[in-house]
């Protein structure tokens, strides 16, 4: 694992990113938190902060969420931890999902919001290309 | 709490967008109605993690040119090359071929000698792009000057000779910065300072040394001896995505927004999954989730996860999955998984 490698061996160009099957990595994994209730850390491999400080932002926002917040904890390795707490009302995996499909959907929205603007602006261009040359 | 006319078209409750400035380099735009994380990761993929074709491998054959040949090949590998539909082409590790093939790779030739007096300049134009490759513009060299000469590789002087061929793969920056589809995201908020999250260094006069910065114009000044807001969270991003050639702007943004929604997929599967399903998934692979899945090869600006009905990417056969029915893809003829 990249944390114990001697430093002559050649490195995985693939190390940052390429969860490593072979190795029994899985992407995430719940581990249930024990001293505090209804809480579990996920860890998740092969990821950085463009997940983790999203995930843990938005699932502070939800109601239900107790507590929130994550680490990456060491710069050179790849690895994630959120430890997240629930009011007891939803188990924090299934908040975890919902937080996800709801981020799936409003990056979605974005994409169509973006696709609406640049071809009103394509066409606006156009147009007015079209009166100059008149 | 100020809130953003924008809001009162579209879809009201979502992100916001509202484009300053384009053409075919360069996109600006303010992103607002949206928190600061979602538009920082928005940027963070867009820079490191949308997937480009770079020259990667270098055969060297003849090269008396003065440059030694790895500053050579590391001079290729920054060549922009065209990475549209990017979708066509494999990566290399997950291809089924042994080393190489048309279906991950595009290969390029090149081969100069000066013969003049004069120094013989290399340019990307010379290079020769092999023609096993999904389509027939991946992998050609972005060349944007008027006299279409692209980047210069090296000079020659007379009797120089340099002759080489190269592999071009697909790849993303966070494995090297050659493979970003952006030479720079330009990312700000908050033009006047009002939420106080940078501490401005002055010698005399904060203002007088710290010109504000264009987006100031699209924001209020702070009312004279206004109080601090505690309360106030960014809420309008102003993003300046320029593109390094090999992708056109607005289509590195749709990307990036692609990546983070397989990423965020990716979760959600590898949750479901330790819910009881552990039924032969091989599981995600590369970055770009799962290899070799139709439902992820989309047309355009819709993404795997929009509403197209029932083949969506993880809408996916049996009603059985951890997810359920989902607002992204109901019932549905099996998708990508």
């Not at chain 1, 990456?72 to 188990?91: A, C, F, K, M, Y």
Request: proline share 5%.
């Amino acid at each position: 694992m990249s944390n114990n490698k001697h430093f002559n061996e050649p490195d995985d160009p693939f190390e940052l990113f390429l969860v490593n099957e072979g190795d029994g990595e899985k992407k995430i994994t719940e581990k249930p938190f024990a001293g505090t209730s209804n809480t579990s850390d996920f860890i998740l491999l092969k990821e950085d902060h463009t997940l983790g400080n999203l995930l843990a932002e938005h699932l502070k926002q939800e109601p239900r969420v107790l507590m929130a917040g994550y680490k990456v904890g060491h710069p050179n390795v790849p690895e994630v931890l959120i430890r997240l707490q629930t009011d007891g009302t939803i188990s924090p995996r299934e908040i975890l999902i919902d937080v996800c499909k709801q981020l799936i959907a409003s990056y979605g929205q974005l994409g169509r919001e973006f696709t609406r603007e640049y071809e009103l602006r394509r066409m606006v261009a156009a147009g007015e290309q079209e009166n100059g040359g008149r | 709490m100020e809130y953003d006319t924008m809001m009162m078209d579209g879809e009201s409750l979502g992100p916001s967008v509202k484009i300053s400035a384009a053409d075919d380099a360069y996109v600006n735009f303010q992103l607002s109605n949206v928190d600061l994380s979602f538009a920082n990761s928005l940027r963070r993929v867009m820079l490191a993690e949308v997937p480009t074709v770079a020259i990667d491998l270098v055969e060297v054959e003849i090269n008396t040119s003065v440059l030694a040949d790895e500053f050579v090949a590391h001079r290729l590998g920054l060549i922009p090359l065209d990475s549209r539909e990017i979708d066509q082409l494999n990566y290399t590790r997950d291809c089924d071929c042994d080393q190489s093939c048309g279906k991950c790779t595009v290969v390029l030739t090149l081969h100069a000698k000066c013969t003049g007096d004069d120094v013989m300049k290399v340019y990307a134009r010379d290079l020769i792009v092999g023609i096993d490759r999904p389509n027939n513009h991946i992998g050609n060299p972005v060349i944007t000057d008027p006299d279409g000469l692209g980047s210069l590789i090296c000079k020659l002087r007379k009797g120089q000779e340099i002759k080489l061929s190269c592999i071009a793969k697909k790849g993303i920056a966070k494995e090297h910065a050659k493979w970003s589809p952006t030479s720079a995201v330009g990312f700000e908020y908050d033009p006047h300072n009002k939420l106080h999250h940078l501490d401005l260094w002055y010698e005399a006069d904060a203002a007088e040394e710290w010109p504000a910065s264009k987006n100031a114009n699209f924001e209020e000044p702070p009312a004279e001896g206004e109080p601090f807001d505690y309360d106030a969270v960014p809420s309008k991003f102003y993003f300046e995505v320029e593109s390094a050639g090999n992708i056109e702007p607005d289509n590195i943004i749709h990307e990036g927004i692609k990546e983070i929604q397989k990423k965020l997929a990716g979760l959600i599967h590898g949750l479901g999954e330790n819910d009881g399903m552990d039924a032969g998934y091989d599981g995600p692979r590369s970055p770009d989730g799962m290899d070799g899945g139709a439902g992820w090869q989309d047309q355009g600006f819709t993404t795997p996860y929009g509403n197209t009905g029932g083949t969506t990417a993880w809408g996916g056969g049996g009603a059985a999955t951890a997810y359920g029915t989902t607002p992204y893809g109901n019932s549905g003829s099996g998708g990508g998984w």
